[in-house]
T-cell receptor
């Protein structure tokens, strides 16, 4: 089968750094995507890692280790507006994306 | 550039009634997806189109759900008859060919079946 695991909830304070992990067991692997979804909103694409290593985009970074079937999303200098759900999604083929259940991030003042 | 457009945003119907959702993808995106999302869950793919061809509809409950994408642009998802368990948010997304990992979503339609 295919499975993605990520924590259901994470809490942090403004200005802090938080890491949201994603481990996967899939029959194929092309890459790992991250999406953000605010309450009542649509998922928005954040990043995609096909190769091992860290990709940085502003305050957000995403990391992938293919050998460990593991990735994470790193959010720095947290702001209240970062409170949202974050989904990892694995591209298992050219035509299929498998979604995790999401991590609800609460940023407190 | 306009994003993915969906309508209606909200729909309340009684069980056994039909309902239809409409989606207009980003211009130039030939791949279109319909997802179902329950509260606290990730999106679940219902159907994926490449141009006008449905290339993955394995998760679409075909006894009551149907979809079409005439001319490879707009798409409509229909439920007939609706059941209580169909209450969810129905999301439409689109992407360019090959970029399945970078999808752009519409605001969704929140369906309530009473």
């Amino acid at each position: 089968g295919q499975s993605l695991e990520q924590p259901s909830e994470v809490t942090a304070v403004e200005g802090a750094i938080v890491q949201i992990n994603c481990t996967y067991q899939t029959s194929g692997f092309y890459g790992l995507s991250w999406y953000q979804q605010h309450d009542g909103g649509a998922p928005t694409f954040l990043s995609y890692n096909a190769l091992d290593g860290l990709e940085e985009t502003g305050r957000f970074s995403s990391f992938l280790s293919r050998s460990d079937s593991y990735g994470y999303l790193l959010l720095q200098e947290l702001q209240m507006k970062d409170s949202a759900s974050y989904f990892c999604a694995v591209r298992v083929s050219n035509r299929k994306l498998i979604w995790g259940l999401g991590t609800s991030l609460a940023v407190n003042p | 550039e306009a994003g993915v457009v969906q309508s209606p945003r909200y729909k309340i119907i009684e069980k056994k009634q039909p309902v239809a959702f409409w989606c207009n993808p980003i211009s130039g995106h030939n791949t279109l997806y319909w997802y179902l999302q329950n509260l606290g869950q990730g999106p679940e793919l219902l159907i994926r189109y490449e141009n006008e061809e449905a290339v993955d509809d394995s998760q679409l409950p075909k006894d009551r759900f149907s979809a079409e994408r005439l001319k490879g642009v707009d798409s409509t998802l229909k439920i007939q008859p609706a059941e209580l368990g169909d209450s969810a948010v129905y999301l439409c997304a689109s992407s360019t060919a090959g970029l399945i990992y970078e999808q752009y979503f519409g605001p969704g339609t929140r369906l309530t079946v009473t």
